[in-house]
């Protein structure tokens, strides 16, 4: 089982940037890949983006691609969400999960270890 603990939520104007981590531990780190999902008041968590074990496959929700990278540090056992312009409307719980994977295959199925969450407002 993994266990990861989310950071780095917080309010922003719009337009401005926030960074998320996320912090994996248990399972070894670089043998799953790694997704982030958000869910805003009164509306179904939805996904936002994932990362390969390697880092080298990326998906991005159509909402959020020029806008927001996702990175990973397998020495560190943590994964980044870079959020860059960001509009009123991302405005969400954001949650970071372990793949039971070590691909991104664009199954949100396969991410089966989720965090607690991290809020993130972002103000008109």
């Known amino acids: 089982q993994v266990q990861v603990v989310e950071s780095g939520g917080g309010l922003v104007q719009a337009g401005g940037s926030l960074r998320l981590s996320c912090a994996a531990s248990?399972?070894?780190?670089?043998?799953?890949?790694m997704g982030w999902f958000r869910q805003a008041p009164g509306k179904e968590r939805e996904f936002v983006s994932a990362i390969s074990w390697s880092g080298g496959t990326t998906g991005y929700a159509d909402s959020v691609k020029g806008r927001f990278t996702i990175s990973r540090d397998n020495a560190k056992n943590t994964v980044y969400l870079q959020m860059n312009s960001l509009k009123p409307e991302d405005t969400a719980v954001y949650y970071c999960?372990?793949?039971?994977?070590?691909?991104?295959?664009?199954?949100?199925?396969?991410?089966?270890?989720w965090g607690q969450g991290t809020q993130v407002t972002v103000s008109a």
């Open positions: 248990g399972r070894t780190f670089v043998h799953y890949a």
């Open positions: 999960a372990a793949s039971s994977r070590t691909t991104y295959t664009g199954r949100n199925a396969d991410f089966n270890s």
